[in-house]
């Protein structure tokens, strides 16, 4: 099983396969992170192919944070 991608690492991916710096990726990668963050706790469906298309199932609030549930469907790559 893959260990869990921390902000870190995915800037440093995304700075490899953007073939730019990583103090000019990390700003871009942290909006976007904002941004999807966002959208899920406001419950918007996204659909961000490759990744998928995100529709938010159900919500639960606790006392120390607001659970989502979301689904994701990866459409299958085609040979």
Do not use: Y
Request: glycine letters at 4%; charged letters at 35%; hydrophobic letters at 40%.
């Amino acid at each position: 099983m893959q260990t869990e991608m921390k902000r870190k690492e995915l800037v440093e991916e995304v700075s490899r396969r953007a073939e730019l710096p990583k103090h000019k990726v990390k700003p871009v990668v942290e909006a976007m992170i904002a941004v999807m963050g966002e959208a899920v706790a406001e419950g918007r469906t996204m659909n961000l192919q490759p990744l998928g298309r995100m529709v938010h199932k159900r919500r639960k609030e606790t006392p120390n944070a607001d659970i989502s549930v979301v689904r994701i469907r990866q459409v299958k790559q085609q040979n």
